[in-house]
């Protein structure tokens, strides 16, 4: 017999809500009246084609991420301060500053993916540390300028890598940071994504491989976000 969990179920009742609610309000008006979230991905078009092979929805608001508008408010002055770092050393004040001075000059010249493959290791030797460790919070993301004073999880290396990135000419659009489960381990996760022109490569902090999407079958993505959208995900 199943031993159920209430607060399992709780749980799993709420995020099935808050998926089905960005769904419907991403969707066109024929599949908006789907009555499941099996319903809503046959009405979707190229089925199965997006990250990780599933269906995707979009959506402009980060009235559901709260974390992600906390962490894309915070960042701004720091990436100003870190850049003013990175192009004179007479305004490197602190560590943080000086090791994003480090990567941003040792990958700039480096061809595309070579910059992936060096940014990837860089942030990868930070130690991974849980959220409640650092902050006394189940779930805290942190800014890169947070991330590099003190460390952090999973998603946190993907945040640092995304405005690496994009420093060094990675577009918004080519990246998202995407939350997912690992089936495998039955915990969450989170990589960064960066889209090719017939690929999309993932970033993550368990190994510094870098590979396409399709190579991991026990990743699904539940949503994913960049600096202007979040994307909602379903197999």
């Not at 002055?77 to 040792?106: G, L």
């Not at 030797?125 to 991330?147: C, I, M, T």
């Not at 989170?190 to 022109?197: C, N, S």
Request: glycine share 4%.
């Amino acid at each position: 017999m199943t031993d159920f969990k209430p607060l399992q179920i709780i749980k799993k009742a709420a995020l099935i809500a808050s998926l089905a609610s960005v769904l419907v309000n991403t969707m066109p008006m024929d599949a908006a009246h789907a009555q499941s979230l099996g319903d809503l991905a046959k009405a979707a078009k190229g089925k199965g084609t997006a990250l990780f092979r599933t269906v995707e929805f979009r959506s402009k608001s980060f009235k559901a991420l709260p974390q992600w508008a906390r962490v894309l408010k915070k960042s701004k002055p720091e990436i100003r301060s870190f850049n003013a770092c990175a192009n004179n050393i007479a305004n490197c004040k602190t560590p943080q500053q000086k090791s994003w001075r480090k990567i941003i000059h040792a990958a700039k010249n480096m061809s595309r993916r070579q910059k992936l493959d060096t940014v990837n290791k860089f942030f990868n030797r930070w130690p991974y540390k849980l959220d409640h460790e650092v902050y006394g919070v189940s779930e805290y993301w942190a800014s890169p300028n947070q991330f590099m004073r003190t460390s952090g999880d999973c998603e946190d290396y993907s945040i640092a890598k995304f405005y690496a990135l994009k420093e060094l000419g990675f577009k918004d659009n080519e990246m998202r940071i995407v939350i997912l489960k690992d089936s495998i381990r039955g915990i969450g996760h989170a990589v960064l994504a960066i889209y090719e022109k017939n690929d999309i490569l993932i970033l993550d902090s368990l190994s510094n491989l870098i590979l396409t999407h399709t190579k991991y079958r026990h990743y699904i993505p539940q949503y994913s976000m960049n600096s202007t959208t979040r994307w909602a995900h379903i197999k």
